[in-house]
Structures are given as structure tokens and as C-alpha cells.
């Protein structure tokens, strides 16, 4: 599990979190994304890339949600293929 902080949404972030989604559904590995405030995650939503992403209140949720599906891949669309 990484933990990455964004305080400011700008192309440049949307790129290194797409870069670290594609690299952990590349490897098989699961992306999720927690606590993010709507502000930040806009772009996303423009983008379509949240409706590809799990996103959950917290990281609690979000681990739960990983226990879930025994690997956490199996019904998330963040494990779906990137492009």
C-alpha cells in the first residue's frame, strides 16, 4: 500500500496518478483511491478516469472493500485494464 498526498489537482498530478494506476493494473495489483476531496478529484470525473477508479470516503473503506473481493481485484474497475 502507497499513500500519496495531493494538496493541488493540476495535469501534472493527474498524471502521476494515472502513472501509479496503469503500473499496479499492469503488475496485477489493485488502485484505489481514499479521502479525496471532490475539489481534487474533478478532474477525474471530466476525465472518465472515475468511473475506471474505486474511490472510498476513507482508507478504512477502501481496505475493507479490498477484503471484500479476497485480492480486491476481482469486481473493481480499477483493476481493469488502463488505456
Not at 493540476?10 to 495489483?29: F, K, M, N, P, S
Not at 475506471?52 to 479490498?66: C, F, I, K, N, S
Request: aromatic share 8%.
Amino acid at each position: 500500500m502507497a499513500e500519496l498526498r495531493v494538496d493541488f489537482m493540476d495535469t501534472t498530478a493527474l498524471a502521476v496518478i494515472v502513472a501509479h494506476w496503469r503500473r499496479q493494473t499492469e503488475e496485477g495489483g489493485v488502485f484505489l483511491l481514499a479521502g479525496a476531496r471532490y475539489r481534487y478529484t474533478k478532474a477525474l470525473w471530466i476525465t472518465g478516469l472515475a468511473d475506471r477508479m474505486p474511490m472510498h470516503d476513507t482508507v478504512g473503506e477502501a481496505l475493507a472493500a479490498l477484503a471484500e473481493t479476497g485480492s480486491g481485484a476481482a469486481n473493481s474497475p480499477g483493476a481493469s485494464e488502463p488505456g
